[in-house]
């Protein structure tokens, strides 16, 4: 008998890991994990060989400094150019070498001051220009990208590769038709359920890759290949750089060429900090902008107005002298507004843009929560069940900024729960750069803004792609993928 066996858990799914495929390949996994939570409790076997826990003493066990949890295979997918980087490596001694490289940039004090924060106010100020030109009217979904990616692509490359779609860059605007292509989430499951044979189908050339294509889950080019392209052109064009211009950057891509192969023996090739630099790439763009997108949305709903209006008048109480010289609120200045703070940790309790498992393994055995755990089993916590808790989160479902201020809640265990940028050594190392990005969009919009749904976003509601599923607020009736249409009036 498997110690596993005596975990809670629908017997079809203890017996076969193609239950849980199955429920990927409809795109319901992480909802479905938490109706088995809600079923069986805080431990559920969803798998032969896979557990899901919903607890925050699981949280430390899994993902705490030091518990020796490794990523598990499911995040091969996130290699570039065929070489590992910091979010597929899967043990810890490889990841702490590579993370120590650069982890001081992404430090909470490199963002709130300095270049990174003009950087971020100037961003702000294009995306107010563009909202002008617009007239007000705005698809965010798009215009949110656009922003969030000129963001990340000049944090990391500088001018070697900043792309410019807030100021209408048409073929940078174009990189975003990569994360709309939905044909994406098919490929991911393709990828993660049968990587060898996907891996086999898209390496047949001649006459069996002709055959092969019939069955290709996505055609040519592939998820990302146009981000990935770009992200590899701006790692050339800064590796032929000369020496004098490689120092005119502070950018990401300067401080991982220190460690290159030509600075220090045993360094990094270029390669390397290609797949580095282009995962960093690809976790910050639709991260920030899907929350930001969220966070306007319900802002905007004739419901949560009282909440908008609240937001308004704390970001209208800025001083003349915490805004830039373009009337942009400064980021350590909109970093410490509360009422914001709370709309933002609310938007990413119901809305975290990664509300999937987060699944791991330890090669030997443990005890998590009372079960005997063997080495090799896949076990995982989600968001978006941590989040969900009612014992936690009073009327879970509702979006409601004012509990993270409530005097009479539990603020302390709430944010126990709180779980949108992960825990551990391997929580999220852009999360000061996205709050920068949030707070400071966000404050600067409602200084002058109020925004409402356009058509029928009063009751519909956006959705975007997560893994390989669709995330949407789960009370509206509708959805629409990658799209937001909001109107942006002057107060
Ligand atoms: C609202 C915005 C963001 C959220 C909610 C978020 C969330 C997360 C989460 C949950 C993880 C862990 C994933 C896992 O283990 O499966 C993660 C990892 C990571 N994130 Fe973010 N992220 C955000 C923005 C960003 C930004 C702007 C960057 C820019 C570089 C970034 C870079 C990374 C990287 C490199 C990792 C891997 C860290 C490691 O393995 O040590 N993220 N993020």
Known sequence: FSPLARIPGPKTFALTKFKLAYEDYKGTRTRKINALHHQYGPVVRIGPSEVTFNSTSAVRAIYGAGSGFERTGFYHMFEVYGRKNMFSFATTKQH??????????Y?????????????????VKLYMDLLERDGGKSEIFSTLHYFSLDTITEFLYGSFGKTACLEGQRQDCALIGDIIDIARRKLSWYAVHFPHFTEWLYSRTGVTGCIAKRFYPMQMPTTYSGIRLHALKATQKYASASASAKASTSALISRLWSHHHSQK???????DIASECADHLLAGIDTTSDTLMFLIWALSRPENRQF?????EEVCNIPEDSLDSNAIPKVENSDKLSYLDAVIKETLRLYAPLP??????????????????????????????????PDVFKNPMKFNPDRWLDPCANLAEMKKWFWAFSSGGRMCIGMHLAMAEMTTLVAAIYRKYRTTPMGDFDTVSPGITGRYEVFYD???????EHECQIEFTPH
Not at 111 to 122: D, F, S, T, Y
Not at 474 to 480: F, I, N, P, V, Y
């Open 356 to 389: 999937g498992s987060e699944p791991r393994s330890l090669p030997t055995a443990t005890i998590i929560d009372g079960y005997t755990i063997p080495p090799g089993t896949v076990v995982s916590i989600s968001p978006y069940a941590l989040h969900r808790n």
């Open 474 to 480: 789960d009370t509206c009736s509708r959805m629409r």
């Open 107 to 123: 430090a909470k004090s490199a963002m709130l001051k300095g270049q990174n924060a003009q950087m971020v106010e100037q961003k």
């Open 265 to 271: 023996p045993n360094g990094l090739d270029d390669l």
């Open 96 to 105: 702490g070498e590579r993370k120590k490289l650069f982890a001081h940039a």
């Open 308 to 312: 908008q209006d609240k937001l308004i």
